[in-house]
């Protein structure tokens, strides 16, 4: 059987793939606080960033949800990447309302409510890709292996081709 990685990197664990993938690491982990940070500098033109990397990750993990790559993951890797599409649609959603005005407070109103709920939505999209990312940057990118289930999938492949 053969195992395919995902596309975001290189199989090659050299020192410059290590480094780029810390680096990659420890910007998603400070994701939700560089988007309120962009927000709180920049207003309505830093919601509209906030909101195009939001809009970026949703096309991202929907493309790997189409290709298919859930049924390569092992079991938490798979189901991480559908919690982080269904994340990045509730924030994409949720940050409409930070485009249209500038950051609020949370407050006991509707748009407190709104930007409560972009923030929480934010900041599991964050933590969810920023975990996710950790795995696949292990040994075994958090794909299945014949061990863990491969036989299975290739089974199912099988009778589908």
């Given at each position: 059987m053969t195992v395919v990685a995902p596309p975001t990197m290189a199989h090659a664990r050299g020192p410059?793939?290590?480094?780029?993938?810390?680096?990659?690491?420890?910007?998603?982990?400070?994701?939700?606080?560089?988007?309120?940070?962009?927000?709180?500098r920049f207003?309505?033109?830093?919601?509209?960033?906030?909101?195009?990397?939001?809009?970026?990750?949703?096309?991202?993990?929907?493309?790997?949800v189409r290709t298919g790559l859930p049924a390569r993951l092992q079991r938490l890797p798979g189901l991480l990447l559908w919690l982080e599409l269904g994340a990045a649609a509730l924030a994409t959603l949720a940050g409409l309302a930070?485009?249209?005005?500038?950051?609020?407070r949370v407050q006991h109103?509707?748009?407190?409510?709104?930007e409560a709920l972009r923030r929480l939505a934010v900041g599991l999209l964050f933590g969810l890709h920023t975990y996710r990312f950790w795995i696949y940057l292990g040994r075994d990118h958090?794909?299945?292996?014949?061990?863990?289930?491969?036989?299975?999938?290739?089974?199912?492949?099988?009778?589908?081709g």
């Open positions: 410059a793939t290590t480094v780029l993938g810390g680096l990659v690491l420890v910007l998603s982990g400070l994701g939700f606080p560089l988007t309120q940070a962009v927000i709180a207003g309505r033109r830093g919601a509209l960033v906030a909101e195009g990397v939001g809009i970026g990750l949703l096309v991202r993990d929907a493309a790997l930070a485009v249209a005005r500038p950051p609020q109103t509707t748009a407190g409510a709104l958090g794909l299945r292996t014949e061990d863990d289930g491969g036989r299975a999938q290739a089974g199912a492949q099988q009778s589908r």
